[in-house]
């Protein structure tokens, strides 16, 4: 299955911006997230597929974007 992954901020650091990437069936989110080991720079702050909020456990699906935000602080 072939998912566009969009990366922002500190996840694109040492990665990418913006690809398209083969996938298995059933994957998840967090299993994306857990492959790409963003959560060792930082916690996911923001989730989207297809420019809406989802859940990490959304089964990926052919031809969908994600876009993975990293938390942010500041004041």
């Not at 500190?10 to 996938?23: L, S, T, V």
Request: hydrophobic residues 45%; without cysteine.
């Amino acid at each position: 299955m072939r998912v566009f992954v969009k990366l922002f901020a500190q996840y694109r650091e040492g990665r990418f911006k913006a690809e398209h990437k083969e996938f298995p069936e059933g994957m998840t989110a967090q299993m994306l997230i857990d492959l790409l080991k963003l959560e060792s720079v930082s916690p996911l702050g923001v989730l989207m597929v297809n420019g809406r909020h989802v859940a990490v456990s959304y089964v990926l699906q052919e031809g969908d974007e994600i876009a993975l935000f990293p938390k942010v602080g500041g004041g």
